[in-house]
C-alpha cells in the first residue's frame, strides 16, 4: 500500500485503530476535534466503541473503567480537557491499568486559544493530578512519527499496566504529511487474564482498587510503582542527534515540532560552516538526561540554546541534565506564536559571535 496523505488527527484515530484500541471515549476541544470525528465512524467500522462523553472528566473515568475490564482504550484531548482528566490518570495509574492519553496542546494559560503551543510539557511529565505518580510521555515532530509512537504507545501501556501519553500540538494534528501503516508493527494481543474484572467464574475475584488506608500497604504500592518508573528510565528512553558528530560549538536543544524549525535553522547555519547541532528529546519522561549530557559535556560544546513554544518548560529538565557545566541559553514563543528559523538563525549567531562565528 503507499504512503497516504492525511492529516494528523485523523492519522492518530487511524494509528489507534492499527494498534488495536477497542474503545474511544472523549469530549470534543479544539485542535483535536477531528480525532473525535474520524473516529466516530472509524471505531464502528472495526467493532469498537465510540462515546462522546458529557464532559473530559466523564471521558476519562469512562476510560478507568474500561481499562479495568480488560479493553485497550484510549481517549484525546487538549490542554484544559487534559487538565479535568488528571484526577483519572492518577487513579489509573495507582490501580495499574494500560491506557493512553493523547494531547494535541493548545496555548494558555486559561482557554488560551486554539493555535500550537508547547505549554503542557511540565504537566505532563510532572503528573497532571495528585499523588505519587508518573506517566511515560513520548513527543513527536513528524505525523508518520506520531503513528509510530501512537501504535507504540499501546504496547508500553500493556507493557508497563501504566498510563502512556502522547504529547503533540496544534500543527501536528491539523498539518497533512504522507503516511505508511504498512510497515507499522501492531502490538500484541493485551493479555489482562491475571488483573481484568472479566467475570471470576472459574477463579478467585480480581478487585481493582485505588484506596489503601493502611499506610504500610499504601507505602508498598508507591515502591511498587517508583520500581516501575526506574525501570522505564532504564528501557525508554528515546531521542535523536542531528549534526553532532563531531560535537558542535552551539547545541540546540528541542522537541516535538519545535525540532522541525531547529533542523532548518541548523541547516542554513552549516551552510554558513557554523558549527551547530541538535539534541532532541522523544521520550520526555523519562527525560533522556544521560544522553544529553554526553553530548553537551564534550569539550567542543561552548553553549547550549533550548527552543519551545512555551516560555520555558523543558528548559528546567535540560538545566538538570546539565548540571551547570555548560551556559544555558533559552528561546520561547508563546500564545500560538511559531519561532521561524530566522529568529533562531539571530539567536544562534548571537551566541557564535560576530554573526558568523563558530566555523570549525
Known sequence: MP???????????????????????????????????????????????FVQAESELAASQMIFGAAAAGARVFTTS???GISLMGEAMSYITAAELPAVFINIMRCGPGLGGILPSQGDY??????????????LVLAPST??????????????????????????DGLIGQMMEPVDFESCTKPPRLDCSAWATTGCAGREPHIVKTLFL???????????????????????????????????????AAYGTTARVVRTAVDHLREEGASVGMFR???????????????????????????????????????????????????????????????????????????????R
Open 143 to 168: 505525523i508518520q512519527e506520531a503513528v509510530d509512537l501512537t501504535i507504540e504507545a499501546f504496547r508500553l501501556a500493556d507493557k508497563y499496566r501504566n498510563p502512556v501519553m502522547i504529547i503533540g
Open 78 to 80: 487538549s490542554s484544559p
Open 281 to 359: 528529546p522523544i521520550s520526555v519522561y523519562p527525560f533522556p538526561d544521560d544522553a544529553l549530557r554526553q553530548v553537551a559535556h564534550h569539550p567542543a560544546v561552548r553553549n547550549v540554546l533550548v527552543v519551545e513554544m512555551s516560555m520555558g518548560q523543558m528548559l528546567e529538565d535540560v538545566q538538570s541534565a546539565l548540571q551547570g557545566r555548560r551556559p544555558l541559553h533559552f528561546y520561547g514563543r508563546g500564545g500560538g506564536n511559531v519561532p521561524a528559523p530566522e529568529e533562531l538563525i539571530d539567536e544562534a549567531r548571537k551566541l557564535l559571535g560576530n554573526g558568523h562565528g563558530g566555523k
Open 3 to 49: 504512503k497516504k496523505l492525511m492529516k494528523g488527527n485523523e492519522a492518530l484515530g487511524e494509528a489507534a485503530i492499527v494498534a488495536g484500541a477497542q474503545a474511544y471515549f472523549c469530549y470534543p476541544i479544539t485542535p483535536q476535534t477531528e480525532i473525535a470525528e474520524y473516529l466516530a465512524k472509524r471505531m464502528p467500522e472495526v467493532g469498537g466503541v
Open 214 to 252: 493502611d499506610p504500610n500497604v499504601l507505602e508498598e504500592r508507591n515502591r511498587t510503582l517508583k520500581a516501575k518508573y526506574e525501570r522505564m528510565t532504564r528501557e525508554e528512553i528515546r531521542f535523536e542527534t542531528y549534526c553532532c558528530d563531531p560535537p558542535p560549538d552551539l547545541l540546540f
Open 122 to 135: 511540565l504537566q505532563a511529565v510532572k503528573g497532571a493530578g495528585h499523588g505519587d505518580y508518573k506517566l
